[in-house]
DNA sequence: GCGTTCAATGTACCT
DNA sequence: ACAGGTACATTGAACGCG
């Protein structure tokens, strides 16, 4: 029977000797299946060195192989463009593969073996073009459910399931929780520490919570968490830091109280897989916290600020409880019904978040081809690859070996030296995907790069300038053909989009899918640079960064010749002083000659520069502030220091005021001084990069984050340390502390004043010639202070 | 021995 | 574990002084 489903999942089952594949799915009359695939015999291909005969080798290779070998067959591929001959080798088990292809390299006549480092399942995938979050079509028979999985039906493959072109989701059965343990002495450890509440969420409504005892025993708990997980039977379970915290301390946790922790489909424990991520069979599982990284805007990564970045719960209306005082918390009756309410939020706030990003995910899957709950762990070169690789296998193009390389850095984009001060009504023009068309244009690809020993071919060359690498023009090259697809889809998806609802479904399944298509598309280029790249060649990415210089810089000529005056510029944009006409002739101009799109993005009421580069910010004709690179948008600055230096950047840009900025951070200063100032606006952030031992130097986040290690807090690398400065002798380092140990007493004001607030509003100040001891005198100074207009360029 | 100078270290940002 | 270009704060050793 013809069997249509969605591919949630896959895993591959040993038997017999050899191994099955299960795929995991929802049917289109909303049942769960597995479908079991038996007919797929793992392989690698054996290379073949040149004037060697393919058939002699193949006999050698059975004589000496047979057992493990099920076929061979002689194959013609491509690997980086140049045909090659190749002895396709099925193994019948795939355990195999990896021995066999390593015996191989060593037979005469056979220069590499490829594809054998390609996972089974992704193997299964890649070759029959079957893709997660897709629907196929298979012919099956049904079969007995004797294997006492938790699916509507099972079904044996007769067929290869053959990728259907729809792009819809079902309804997905959806299991959002939150866990809170409770410790004494910092990180909670399974082996000592009870999870006290777990809260879960689901799709259909149901809002859940499971508790410990009075006296803290959480084997109940987990039975009741565990049963209600299997009735409720999720397709997909969404938590955040699940993979490095919560499954393995659940694992743990059960084990010790002598459970199992058997809640995905096939009842058995889950598994850390690939890439330190956990695998629950036939269930999707997603941590949001790899979700975190794709907004950058999201400066300390927690669940709570994704809530409230994504608009779903606002931290100010539903407060936090910080982890150090959970173990309080528990203890007083009436604040554990806080931190019961804090959990509750918590399974809520993944719903949310869930809710908002699993479109994009599922939409990310289907493109590059990862399953649903590798494709977000996943980094981003890494998902470049897989999609390079799906489409590699249409083409006949072999997945050539990662091969380590050395780090040889080449030079990048151009970056001009802002005019510094206000300017008053400025375009910024971008050049549409300048590297993906870069490539394009020249054909900048591995297989079409001409080395200098190589002779100039008859269909002629492109030479990149300044570093003179070569590309042959014909035929077109693999990162080309990749990269006009992406282009070409996105601008499908988009024109679609247009004649679409927005408030429909399918509309936001559109943009889900064109923002993932761009996603990969702006990542070729760095992916062509990345020295663990398959497909990595310097020349590629180093020509294609040598034709951006020169674009931008023919760019900025022509603009100069018609007389628009140039700004600022960095890689890819322009800055000039705007008129519309010759910026219009400026976009045809360049059209014309470099083959290349410039657009104009904004036109900036009024800018301010400051004499750095990369450091920026505009007034919008709606009134919004554009903030870059400033203080303001950075991380690792108090919160008090980024207010006053936006409301200084403000009162500049809509007012033109120096003098009123001035008063305004005075009024900043005296505030700290009195501790009006809220503690939390204190705090300074800094990611730990390397494990504390390894620094070099004394730091002020790695001696906080030492101090947290002391009371037995787990402080891994790229963790963010919270911490405050006080008051006291010596060395900064010496005056930090975590924020979460620190009381409003102990603060240095005055560090907060000299080393913040004064040097971030001095950063704009200091060009209206206000310097940073005029700000600290209490009293503003009416003379001296020049007009502003004396600041204005044009 | 003490203050100053400056390269090294470290982080986070821009396109 | 996608690229290179850039700003900036702090550390810590070298430096200068005499």
Partial sequence: MKVTFWLLEINSEPRDGKAELWLWGIAENGERVLIIDRNFVGYFYAVLAEGFDPAKVADEIRKAHNASIVKLEIAQRKLFGKSVQTLKV?????????????????????????????????????????????????????????????????????????LLERHDTPALRILSFAMTCYSREGSPKPDRNPI??????TSNGEEKQFLAREDRDDKPLLEQFIGY?????????????????????????????????CIDRACTEPHTSVYGHTSLTGIANLDLADFADEFPDIKVKTLPNLADYLGIMKTTQHPIIEDVDFADYWESKQKRETLKTFSSENARRVKGVTAALLDFAIQLSSLVGLPLDHVMTAAVGFRVEWFLIKHAQKIGELAPKRVEQPYRPYAGGIVLKPQAGLHANVAVLDFKSMYPNIMITYNLSPDTYVPPTEQEPPEGTFEAPEVKHRFRKQPAGFYKEVLTYLINTRNEIRTKMKTTDPKSTEYRILDARQKAVKVITNAAYGYAGWTGARWYRKPVAEAASAWGRHTILSAIKMAEQKGLRVIYGDTDSLFVAYEEKKTQELETQIKQELGLEIERDKLYTRIFFTEAKKRYAGLLPDGSLDIVGLEVIRGDWAEVAKKVQEHVLEIILKEQAPNKAADYVRGVIADLRQKKVPFRDLIIWKTLTKPVEEYKIKASHVEAAKALSRKGWKMTVGDKVGYVILAGEGRLYDRVKPYVFATYDEIDAEYYVTKQVVPAAARVLEFFGITEEELLKPQKKESGARSLMDFMHG
């Fill in 196 to 201: 006290v509440i777990i809260s879960t969420a």
């Fill in 90 to 162: 099925y193994c019948k088990n795939p355990d195999e593969i990896a021995r066999l292809a390593k015996a191989l390299r060593e037979v005469e006549g056979i220069e590499e073996c490829l594809e054998d480092d390609v996972r089974f399942t992704m193997q299964y995938l890649v070759s029959n073009n079957v893709v997660p979050c897709s629907w196929h079509e298979i012919d099956a028979d049904e079969a007995e459910n004797t294997l006492g999985v938790r699916a509507d039906k099972i079904y044996l493959a007769k067929s290869t399931p053959k």
């Fill in 229 to 261: 997980v299997k009735k409720f039977d999720p397709d997909v379970i969404a938590g955040y830091g699940t993979n490095t915290t919560d499954w393995p301390y659940l694992k743990e946790r059960s084990s010790n109280l002598g459970l199992r922790l």
